[in-house]
């Protein structure tokens, strides 16, 4: 089945404990990205790549980092968490580079930092 | 990026057809609209996109203004299951991150 995982689906931290939450998909997609999804903003993109070893900026980049290792893989990192950082994160992924391709996102991750 | 603007809520009755509205007047010639739902607990789901043309799938038809300047996504037969927010975002089709804006969406409710 063509999916996206996140694993943990639930997490609660405390404030600057360093912290992934790993993605991954099974369609062989170029393109991946991040979103954080927050009551009243909607979602907002926070990183994206485009292919292995190629990451850059969304709109909301500050306290997180991404890697690109493998194609399948693209974890989101907070090195050193904080309190409005917590949110519902999704991970996306599809064939391309171009918007007009079907994006296909996890289930999500709850993540609270105490 | 072309602004869409949507109504907050809709509501329908199970097993009628519902017809959820969208102006994007600023889109620009080259960009596709999309629409996406979200249930509630659940990641954003792709519902269907289109052009110029009015498009079918399984899931719903799209009918988009020979203006382009509005679209509206339909659902045949509305079941509880359809009750979620649906964005309608209009996908830039050139540069480097062609990426999906998504607005607040309309909140469909969908009563037995």
């Known amino acids: 089945e063509a999916q996206v995982t996140q694993n943990p689906r639930y997490l609660i931290t405390v404030t600057g404990k360093k912290l992934t939450v790993t993605c991954s998909q099974n369609?062989?997609?170029?393109?991946m990205s991040w979103y954080r999804q927050d009551p009243g903003l909607g979602l907002r993109q926070i990183y994206y790549?485009?292919?292995?070893?190629?990451?850059d900026k969304g709109d909301v980049p500050e306290g997180y980092k991404v890697s690109r290792k493998e194609k399948r893989n693209f974890p989101l990192i907070l090195e050193s968490p904080s309190p409005n950082q917590t949110s519902l994160y999704f991970c996306?992924?599809?064939?391309?580079?171009?918007?007009?391709?079907?994006?296909?996102f996890g289930p999500g991750t709850r993540l609270t930092v105490l | 990026d072309a602004k869409t603007t949507q109504p907050n809520s809709m509501e329908s009755n199970e097993e009628e057809p519902v017809h959820l509205p969208c102006n994007h007047s600023?889109?620009?010639?080259?960009?596709?609209i999309h629409w996406y739902r979200q249930l509630p607990s659940q990641g954003p789901e792709y519902v269907i996109h289109?052009?110029?043309s009015n498009v079918n799938n399984r899931m719903a038809s799209l009918a988009i203004a020979e203006d382009r300047k509005s679209s509206t996504l339909i659902l045949h037969r509305a079941t509880l299951r359809d009750a979620a927010v649906y964005y309608c975002?209009?996908?830039?089709?050139?540069?480097?991150?062609?990426?999906?804006?998504f607005g607040k969406g309309i909140t469909l409710s969908v009563r037995p």
């Open positions: 369609m062989n997609h170029e393109y």
């Open positions: 289109g052009l110029t």
């Open positions: 600023t889109i620009s010639g080259t960009d596709y």
């Open positions: 996306a992924s599809r064939h391309g580079q171009r918007a007009y391709n079907e994006q296909f």
């Open positions: 975002i209009p996908a830039v089709s050139t540069g480097a991150n062609s990426k999906l804006t």
């Open positions: 790549s485009m292919n292995v070893e190629v990451t």
